[in-house]
Nanobody
């Protein structure tokens, strides 16, 4: 079992940047593909980005492509989400999770969810 803890959220103005971190404990995540999701108030949780265990291959939701970058540092057992050019519609709780099926974008394609970190973007 792997435990995931997200951090780095906060309140920022539109156009600014934030970097989220997802640190694993319990078992190393070096071999796992990992992903980020987000959930805005009153909405379902939606896929944001995913990365292979090696960090070489990534894919993104269309809504964040070109603005967000997922990366990882396996030596630190940490996955990152660099968010640039933030918009008010990016406001959500952001979660990281372990990928069970590469290429998937559904919640069922992931497990071992963290508790989430709040990102609020003001206009």
């Amino acid at each position: 079992q792997v435990q995931l803890v997200e951090s780095g959220g906060g309140l920022v103005q539109a156009g600014r940047s934030l970097r989220l971190s997802c640190t694993a404990s319990g078992r190393t995540v070096i071999s796992y593909n990992m992903g980020w999701f987000r959930q805005a108030p009153g909405k379902e949780r939606e896929f944001v980005a995913a990365i292979t265990g090696s960090g070489i291959t990534t894919y993104y939701a269309d809504s964040v492509k070109g603005r967000f970058t997922i990366s990882r540092d396996n030596a630190k057992n940490t996955v990152y989400l660099q968010m640039n050019s933030l918009k008010p519609e990016d406001t959500a709780v952001y979660y990281c999770a372990r990928s069970l099926r590469w290429g998937g974008q559904r919640e069922a394609d992931f497990d071992s969810w963290g508790q989430g970190t709040q990102v609020t973007v003001s206009s």
